[in-house]
Nanobody, 119 residues
């Protein structure tokens, strides 16, 4: 059974930084992709960033490009999201997810961690 546990959220002022973590347990497979999503109140969930554990290729949403960095520590089975220069529009619940075969759909989701950015 795969478990993803997102953590690291909190409340910060605009311009601040946070680092989200998402360790994956009960699973060892290195042909996967992982990603971060977020959902603000009253809005649809949107992709934030995606990483391929084989080639390390990444994708980052335009809205966070240059401010957020996704990384994967394969030895620790842990996904990270470094968030810098945070703005109030980044306020949302953040979720990590696992796409086992990099097929485009996510098979497992972690519980969310709340990020709140005040102006």
């Amino acid at each position: 059974q795969v478990h993803l546990v997102a953590s690291g959220g909190g409340s910060v002022q605009a311009g601040g930084s946070l680092r989200l973590s998402c360790p994956a347990s009960g699973y060892i497979y290195r042909r996967d992709c992982m990603g971060w999503f977020r959902q603000a109140p009253g809005k649809e969930r949107e992709p934030v960033a995606r990483i391929n554990s084989r080639g390390g290729t990444t994708g980052v949403a335009d809205s966070v490009k240059g401010r957020f960095t996704i990384a994967l520590d394969n030895a620790k089975n842990t996904l990270y999201l470094q968030m810098d220069s945070l703005i109030p529009e980044d306020t949302a619940m953040y979720y990590c997810a696992l796409d086992i075969y990099c097929a485009g759909g996510y098979d497992y989701w972690g519980q969310g961690t709340q990020v709140t950015v005040s102006s």
